[in-house]
């Protein structure tokens, strides 16, 4: 049987619930303290009293530390190697208590730096924004920079700044607002390259953008290296998938949500961090209660990466998209043809992802799908007015009742039409078609 490598589609929610029940029925508590406890601020380490000590000798007792919401450095004290020195330098966030004349919070960023242990405030910035998300530290060239990833009331995008520390002076290197940005080195040079999305409001559509360094220029500001527009309703990019092709070039896949259930995927082309659009403007795809939401994935494992797109099984057209019952076919890149996407399998992906059912050709067209009513089995029937079963599958932990049903994999169930009609499957067609997660 030849094996193939699945995805995993988790369910965060409903594990919260399993998890809330099993708490509930055995009368555990989830917190480990009490609610007081935990509103209290963690305790300063030594190092952090001796930083603390040093900052309130600058900027006086009416502050307030801010912790980032996210990412690695979730402290207000974030200790790291800023320059070429041995020692590590300390960035502190804080908030003035008391607000300044235009009514703004004063979030704020101090860097200190040590003599002989000492502690020092060298420098210090506003923060722009009410919150901070994360904080990270970049590879440009050789060089570090510090992120910082804020973001304010009432606005769906974030602000990004990127800093520079020398000698106790701190430079701006670059801004921006942003929806969507990853790390990676995209043109595998050993330094990073950030890949983010921004909206153009008078364009009134997205752009993809990669900020890095020029690998040909000596220089350790960052600048961006490429822009292309993406299609009007990408809205919200959900995750970025990268299938490397050679030393020079990724496809690089784009997921994104659109509303209402409703998704899609963008493909681009890096080449040398110069980004190009690949065609696929036919990959969407609806999740309702009988598809899981979907991204794109090898779901294959032979290294090329798929996009699924949805379509409505015989019988499913003119219903409702809650009524519905979707194939999934999945899509790779052709960068030989014209930068163009071609089908490559169609599925059925069953509602919580326990099992992918690859629909042989011959039943392409010919074969629907029906969900047994208060139950966790689908039958395929051939679309007649004999309305055949070819085949039922069953997720359950015990035999389903009636008979013909057996145990194909752990808590998955088969059975399988023993008609003669040639559109039934061989027990070895069997084995292919059905993949187990």
Known sequence: MKKRHLFKIK??????????????????????????????????????????????????????????????????????????????????????KKLSENGESGLR???????????????????AGTKIESVSFYNFNGYVSIGVICSALAQTERSLSLLGYSEGQVEEQFKTS??????????????????????????????????????????????????????????????????????NESLLFLDYAKGDNAYGTQILLSYKNNLTQVFSDNLNRRSNAFTPILFSTDIDGDGRMEAPATTAFIG?????????IYAVEWYYADTENNNTVTKKYTTYVNTWGEYIFYVPVRWQGLVTVEKHPNSNAVSFVKYDSGSLVLLSVCVSDDLPEGPGWKKFDDNIYVNNSDSSDPMVLTDDELK???SVQ
């Not at 499913?316 to 519905?324: A, F, M, W």
Request: net charge negative; with cysteine.
């Open 432 to 434: 292919n078609c059905l």
């Open 178 to 247: 942003f929806s969507f940005m990853e790390t990676d080195d995209l043109d595998n040079d050993g330094f990073d390259e950030l890949f983010y999305v921004s909206y153009d409001a008078v364009m009134g559509y997205s752009h993809a953008r990669v900020l890095g360094t020029a690998a040909d220029e000596n220089m350790s500001v960052p600048e961006v290296l490429s822009t292309v527009p993406l299609y009007p309703d990408v809205s919200s990019v959900q995750r970025l998938s990268r299938q490397k092709l050679n030393e």
């Open 109 to 127: 960023m101090n860097f200190l730096d040590q003599d002989n242990g000492v502690w020092t405030s060298v420098t210090d910035r506003p923060v």
């Open 316 to 324: 499913y057209e003119n219903r409702t998209v809650p009524e519905q």
């Open 11 to 96: 369910y965060g929610i409903r594990a919260l619930l399993l998890l809330a029940a099993a708490c509930f029925l055995s009368g555990c508590s989830v917190f480990d303290g009490s609610l007081e406890n935990l509103l209290h601020p963690p305790k300063l380490t030594e190092t952090q009293t001796a930083v603390y000590d040093a900052l309130k000798l600058s900027t006086g007792d009416q502050i307030e530390l801010v912790y980032p919401s996210g990412g690695e450095y979730r402290s207000a004290f974030v200790l790291y190697n800023l320059d070429e020195e041995k020692t590590e330098e300390a960035i502190v966030f804080y908030r003035e």
